[in-house]
């Protein structure tokens, strides 16, 4: 209400395919689905006018021509929601080491499913996979290069897929936010860890995807109720996902002080990071149930405390009521 009156807001988008109207003063915009860069940059080239993008993701080394990236958190919002949604705190019952769903295939989940399956085994997992393919979403299965990478995704293609693998009643008929953040769901009771198979992982990118074209990193990391639901459920979790998601909520006042290696949490690269996630895996093997529930107990405790007491919703609104006063003193 305080910038400009010609102001256009185009707000909680998903993935847009129009241009912005042309003849305001000022846009405003946000998302809420990965930012969508090559739309971005169409629209800094064809504006006259300023564009302010508010954000959850931090922006590492995006420029666009026009585009001004500010943080701007909905996340406090959305797992005190799921706070509300599930007011009864759940049991913990351990009985495995770790949980992940896989609803809609994509890279990195088929990674992951494979990799806690034949590592780990069903015996010691909650592993829920669809069938749910559609090509784009697997890079329509070409080799990476990478043979860590590719001789898992290999047993994936020749053992699993096309198989559905259950450990709920699920119903694909239910996928909306207040089903998917149940945080009464055994995969956050009784699984030590969750996987947390965020929607978007690509960090490390090349422009127009040439090896040989600069490189830049896609802001993040994007989370979804996959993540906060772990939060809100007091459970760990192993954010499969974009980089830095242990380091950005850190930041913000939570605590992941677990009793393993999180380094590769910093490693932006997609495919190296990945390695780094299976490398803990097969860690894993090593410690039962139980023991990897103690490592890690505490920091979940400590973050649903930060969360309840409102401290991380503190937080988060200092950061956005930063980003208010430099907006208006910029754009006023």
Request: charged share 20%; glycine share 4%; aromatic share 16%.
């Amino acid at each position: 209400r305080q910038l400009p009156a010609n102001t256009y807001c185009c707000l909680w988008q998903s993935f847009p395919t129009v241009d912005l109207p042309e003849g305001y003063d000022l846009y405003v915009i946000s998302f809420r689905e990965p930012i969508a860069l090559d739309w971005l940059k169409r629209q800094g080239k064809l504006s006259k006018a300023p564009i302010i993008l508010l954000h959850n993701e931090n922006n590492y080394n995006v420029t666009i021509e026009n585009v001004h990236f500010y943080n701007y958190y909905v996340w406090h919002y959305q797992v005190n929601t799921i706070l509300d949604w599930n007011p009864n705190p759940v049991p913990k019952n351990i009985k495995y080491k770790a949980s992940a769903f896989c609803h809609r295939i994509t890279q990195s989940k088929l990674l992951i499913f494979t990799e806690l399956a034949e590592q780990l085994g069903f015996d010691n997992c909650l592993l829920k996979l669809s069938t749910w393919l559609e090509e784009k979403n697997v890079h329509n299965r070409e080799h990476t290069g990478f043979l860590p990478i590719d001789e898992v995704s290999n047993i994936f293609w020749t053992k699993y897929f096309g198989t559905e693998y259950k450990f709920d009643d699920w119903d694909p008929r239910h996928n909306f936010q207040r089903r998917t953040a149940d945080t009464s769901n055994i995969a956050y009771s009784e699984a030590a860890l969750n996987f947390t198979n965020e929607s978007f992982h690509y960090s490390l990118m090349q422009e127009d995807g040439k090896e040989d074209s600069k490189e830049y990193i896609w802001p993040g990391p994007f989370l979804t109720e996959k993540t906060l639901t772990c939060l809100a459920a007091g459970t760990a979790f192993i954010p499969v996902g974009q980089y830095d998601t242990y380091g950005t909520l850190t930041k913000l006042g939570l605590r992941f002080d677990y009793g393993f290696d999180t380094t590769w949490d910093q490693d932006p690269g997609n495919l190296t990071r990945m390695v780094g996630i299976f490398n803990l895996i097969k860690s894993f093997k090593n410690y039962s149930a139980d023991d990897i529930y103690q490592m890690t107990v505490n920091s979940s405790q400590y973050n649903l405390d930060m969360i309840k007491s409102g401290v991380f919703y503190k937080h988060c609104e200092q950061v956005n009521q930063n980003t208010r006063a430099e907006i208006m003193d910029k754009f006023k």
